[in-house]
């Protein structure tokens, strides 16, 4: 099967070569883009079913592999591996590309991504997607990733790496099939030096994770949504079962932004995959009111 975008590269201002997948827009009357943006393990391939189908109703998408993920390069300090940062890459990826404004789609960090690029330059977003991430999250679901980020981990083939992925993930997706495990593992592992699959992530991402200690699992990100949601059109879509973002959560971030869009997603955890049917009853209405 062809591929249905292509690379775009572009350097950070710390000098890294970086990359997005650009899906291009159906003919139609030109719309803002869709910047996308994957969470802390994944990448660019996490938006390869949702990303197509945005781009045959009329929106360029541009899903990015944030440094240390996918085929982007690795950052030379790790330290770098912090949402500040990859908001900066973002932009300098709107400016490679004379990009003036966007619609933000963010899972998990995608959505602190999100967050952080509305405070450093608020005009540039015009509307935005949070997938079952939010100002505040839970510690329980945080635990559960540090437990498994930037471990490393043999995987002897593919079998290996689908078997590993539904260890890590069945909690959130325990409908998925054999083949669905088997599709999810090609998205987050590639093929290593030694000719088996590796995570497709720079195991040092979770560096500045070990070096802020257990205050850094729980941020106060509040301002930033405040920024995000003031005079801009946000979707929050949490999974039903999510442990990162709370029922008590999202109460809190929908009192603060009454005029926020919602969507459950029945049977899934942290994070949707977007490609659900209740989100994209949710997903492409709101995306039909933007510009």
């Known amino acids: 099967m062809p591929a249905n975008f292509v690379e775009r590269r572009w350097k950070s201002a710390d000098g890294?070569?970086?990359?997005?997948?650009?899906?291009?827009?159906?003919?139609?009357?030109?719309?803002?883009?869709?910047?996308?943006?994957?969470?802390?393990?994944?990448?660019?391939a996490d938006f390869e079913v949702i990303a197509p189908q945005i781009a045959l109703a009329g929106r360029r998408v541009l899903a990015v592999d944030v440094r240390g993920r996918g085929r982007s390069d690795r950052a030379t300090d790790p330290l770098?591996?912090?949402?500040?940062?990859?908001?900066?890459?973002?932009?300098?990826?709107?400016?490679?590309?004379?990009?003036?404004?966007?619609?933000?789609?963010?899972?998990?960090?995608?959505?602190?991504?999100?967050?952080?690029?509305?405070?450093?330059?608020?005009?540039?977003?015009?509307?935005?997607?949070?997938?079952?991430?939010?100002?505040?999250?839970?510690?329980?679901?945080?635990?559960?990733?540090?437990?498994?980020?930037?471990?490393?981990?043999?995987?002897?083939d593919w079998a290996d790496a689908a078997a590993h992925a539904k260890r890590l993930n069945e909690i959130a997706f325990p409908h998925y099939t054999d083949a669905d495990w088997d599709a999810f593992a090609r998205r987050t592992f590639r093929i290593g030096t030694e000719g088996t699959?590796?995570?497709?992530?720079?195991?040092?991402?979770?560096?500045?994770?070990?070096?802020?200690?257990a205050k850094a699992l729980v941020p106060n990100?509040?301002?930033?949504?405040?920024?995000?949601?003031?005079?801009?059109?946000?979707?929050?879509?949490?999974?039903?079962?999510?442990?990162?973002?709370?029922?008590?959560?999202?109460?809190?971030?929908?009192?603060?932004?009454?005029?926020?869009?919602?969507?459950?997603?029945p049977g899934v955890g942290h994070a949707p995959m977007l490609d659900e049917p209740a989100v994209k009853e949710a997903l492409f209405p709101f995306l039909s009111e933007l510009p």
Do not use: C
């Open 80 to 156: 770098t591996y912090q949402p500040a940062t990859y908001a900066q890459d973002v932009l300098a990826l709107m400016s490679a590309l004379g990009i003036e404004r966007a619609v933000f789609v963010g899972t998990s960090m995608g959505g602190l991504i999100t967050m952080a690029i509305a405070a450093i330059r608020s005009k540039v977003v015009a509307g935005a997607i949070l997938n079952d991430i939010g100002p505040e999250v839970s510690p329980v679901g945080l635990a559960r990733i540090a437990s498994y980020a930037g471990q490393s981990v043999i995987i002897n």
């Open 221 to 265: 990100l509040w301002p930033m949504f405040g920024r995000l949601t003031r005079g801009r059109q946000v979707l929050l879509v949490r999974g039903e079962t999510s442990d990162l973002l709370s029922p008590e959560i999202v109460a809190k971030m929908r009192k603060r932004a009454p005029k926020m869009d919602y969507v459950e997603v």
């Open 16 to 44: 890294l070569n970086l990359s997005a997948r650009d899906y291009a827009a159906v003919a139609g009357q030109a719309k803002l883009p869709v910047i996308a943006i994957h969470g802390l393990t994944r990448n660019a």
């Open 197 to 213: 699959p590796v995570p497709d992530y720079d195991t040092d991402i979770a560096v500045p994770i070990r070096a802020a200690g």
